[in-house]
């Protein structure tokens, strides 16, 4: 998950491109669970799509990645939405209709909370 986090596009390609020989599935390892999720329910596609790394989040879904809410309840397009990444809010609405139900379910949160957290009163004021 780290990778995802910081950006690392090759090192999460290449940790999702072998698997563990040592029966560890950690999105630390090599081989790793594209949809392993911390403690508080999130995974790499949450990182990413909070982040705005757009090709990390291609990446992910390429190998699988499934979006799922966090413990928060936030989708990874709410994520994305909320902090103005309308790139990933499109790959992820384009992958079917359980994410964009996701994404119109947690719209109106989004944006009040997107528009607080990244001081854009624009997003905040079209709510």
């Given at each position: 998950?780290?990778?995802?986090?910081k950006?690392?596009?090759a090192?999460?390609?290449?940790?999702?491109?072998?698997?563990?020989?040592?029966g560890?599935?950690?999105?630390d390892?090599p081989?790793?669970?594209?949809?392993?999720?911390?403690?508080?329910?999130a995974?790499a596609?949450?990182?990413?799509a909070?982040?705005?790394?757009?090709e990390?989040?291609?990446?992910?879904?390429?190998?699988?990645?499934?979006?799922?809410?966090?413990k928060?309840g936030?989708?990874p397009?709410?994520?994305a939405?909320?902090?103005?990444?309308?790139?990933?809010?499109e790959?992820?609405?384009?992958?079917?209709?359980?994410?964009?139900a996701?994404?119109v379910?947690q719209?109106q949160?989004?944006?009040?909370?997107?528009?607080?957290?990244?001081?854009?009163?624009?997003?905040v004021?079209?709510?």
């Amino acid at each position: 998950m780290k990778a995802a986090w910081k950006g690392h596009v090759a090192v999460v390609r290449l940790l999702l491109s072998e698997r563990p020989s040592d029966g560890i599935d950690d999105l630390d390892s090599p081989g790793a669970d594209v949809n392993k999720a911390n403690r508080d329910a999130a995974t790499a596609l949450h990182f990413a799509a909070d982040k705005g790394y757009t090709e990390i989040v291609e990446v992910l879904l390429s190998a699988g990645a499934r979006e799922s809410a966090d413990k928060k309840g936030f989708f990874p397009v709410a994520l994305a939405q909320a902090k103005g990444h309308s790139a990933i809010v499109e790959i992820l609405q384009l992958r079917g209709p359980a994410a964009a139900a996701s994404a119109v379910g947690q719209e109106q949160h989004g944006r009040i909370h997107g528009g607080a957290v990244a001081s854009d009163a624009g997003s905040v004021s079209h709510v």
